[in-house]
């Protein structure tokens, strides 16, 4: 089975600081890459996805995501954090089956006004 | 479109009792996931349904089971509840079985195990 590791589980920043939020997975194979954030008290919802192409990604809101296949990992960023950027982040893989997404435990975010 | 669906959101039960939570995808998905959703856990995945067939489970006990309908709503029920099985329980949906298919997650259901 896959894994997948979100090693920082609670960040704060001030608004306005740079964000990166690491994501290793353990699959060997060709992967799908995604990222979701759940803000308080919200659903979780699609940050933004890699399949294939260019490994730098854009989402919604300003982030993006870059796949490194050689270190296994999809790392999120964005140049400058918003207080409405507070929120937990998750990871997820699955291994082009489709049939089964594997999640990281989560990354809390809180920005400082 | 209207989004997933699941009732109830908040549910309290004691240890023993059996559970059952529903969830309504996204109209024209075919395909639903349910999560188990606890601090520290992350999401740890259930099973999922297609065409009111179970394709893939997780690594739960068989005290977890769930069926789809033929209009794809599904249901998952929590036998013989522990207090760990309190969680937020996700149910996500996404129109087929296609690898890059995006899920769409519901508000989930609160239970709680005294």
């Known amino acids: 089975a896959q894994s997948v590791s979100q090693h920082n589980h609670h960040v704060i920043l001030s608004e306005a600081a740079s964000l990166e939020l690491g994501c290793n997975y353990s699959?060997?194979?060709?992967?799908?890459l995604f990222w979701y954030v759940q803000y308080p008290g919200q659903h979780l919802q699609l940050l933004l996805k890699?399949?294939?192409?260019?490994?730098l990604v854009k989402g919604i809101k300003g982030f993006e995501a870059e796949f490194i296949k050689s270190k296994f990992s999809f790392n999120l960023r964005k140049p400058s954090v918003q207080w409405s950027d507070t929120a937990e982040y998750f990871c997820a893989v699955n291994d082009r089956t489709g049939n089964q997404f594997y999640f990281g435990t989560g990354t809390s975010l809180t920005v400082i006004p | 479109k209207a989004g997933v669906t699941q009732t109830p959101r908040y549910l309290i039960k004691t240890r023993g009792q059996q559970v059952t939570l529903s969830c309504s995808p996204i109209?024209?998905?075919?395909?639903v996931s349910w999560y188990q959703q606890t601090p520290g856990q992350g999401l740890q995945f259930l099973f999922e349904?297609?065409?009111?067939?179970?394709?893939n489970k997780g690594n739960f006990p068989g005290r977890f089971s769930g069926r789809q309908f033929s209009n794809s709503r599904s249901e998952m029920n929590v036998s013989t509840l522990e207090l760990g099985d309190s969680a937020l329980y996700l149910c996500?949906?996404?129109?087929?079985?296609?690898?890059?298919?995006?899920?769409?997650f519901g508000p989930g259901t609160r239970l709680t195990v005294l």
């Open positions: 109209s024209g998905h075919r395909s």
């Open positions: 699959y060997g194979g060709t992967v799908n």
């Open positions: 996500a949906s996404r129109p087929g079985q296609g690898s890059t298919d995006t899920q769409y």
């Open positions: 349904y297609f065409s009111e067939t179970q394709r």
């Open positions: 890699y399949f294939s192409g260019d490994p």
